[in-house]
């Protein structure tokens, strides 16, 4: 069955340092999310995407993130002068389309830790 | 604003018996649609059963169901002859404006 990948699995990165994490979106779909988890929190809602521009962002997502699809098959999130606070779980997902209700695909997730 | 509330952080059952999971959202949309998401240990998120808020008839998937009361705004996972493997995370989502607004997880154990 096909899969969203991501990678890597866990990071550890100094306070300051910049990040990106990587998916590799289900290959016929169109709708790209970012989704992130802090620990102990509920799961939220960081940013869509789709034909290479951004559809719609969380208040969450401020000029310190960015996404990116550099080519066909990769989808990145780019987390620039990280914080202690930007410690979290980092969900990656996508969908064949954008109807209500159209079943979203999720990956393993990547494990930030920013010390 | 849209919200979504699990009010069981934790519970376990033995293997074999029925477990309830409950879910209480809020939204002023007129149509929208509930999920239920595991979470395994091995941390990806895997699609359960899915309910569109106009169906009346609760959605079946195997051995999990829903009980869906819209007018409650309520929405439980029923896991039958619950198994070894359905031990994990169990997050409610509703989506709704193109974003899945989510619970805070019920942990389900099972236990042989």
Redesign the interface.
């Given at each position: 069955e096909p899969e969203v990948t991501q990678t890597p699995s866990h990071q550890v990165t100094q306070m300051g340092q910049e990040v990106i994490l990587r998916c590799v979106p289900i290959s016929n779909h169109l709708y790209f999310y970012w989704y992130r988890q802090i620990l102990g929190q509920k799961v939220e809602f960081l940013v869509s995407f789709y034909n290479n521009e951004i559809s719609e962002k969380s208040e969450i997502f401020d000029d310190q993130f960015s996404v990116e699809r550099p080519d066909g098959s990769n989808f990145t999130l780019k987390i620039r002068s990280t914080k202690l606070e930007d410690s979290a779980m980092y969900f990656c997902a996508s969908s064949e389309d954008r109807v209500a209700g159209n079943t979203i695909y999720f990956g393993e997730g990547s494990w930030l830790t920013v010390v | 604003a849209q919200t979504v509330t699990q009010s069981q952080p934790e519970m376990s059952v033995q293997e074999a018996e029925t477990v309830t999971l409950s879910c209480t959202y809020d939204t002023s949309e007129s149509?929208?649609?509930l999920f239920w998401?595991k979470q395994p240990p091995?941390?990806?998120?895997?699609?359960v059963i899915?309910q569109?808020a106009y169906k009346q008839q609760n959605a079946t998937e195997n051995r999990f169901s829903v009980n869906f009361q819209k007018a409650a705004k309520s929405f439980s996972l029923k896991i039958s002859d619950s198994q070894l493997g359905d031990t994990a995370m169990y997050?409610c989502?509703l989506?709704?404006?193109?974003?899945?607004?989510?619970?805070?997880?019920t942990k389900l154990i099972i236990k042989p």
């Open positions: - | 149509n929208y649609y998401y091995s941390r990806q998120m895997i699609l899915r569109e997050f989502a989506d709704s404006n193109y974003q899945l607004i989510w619970g805070a997880g």
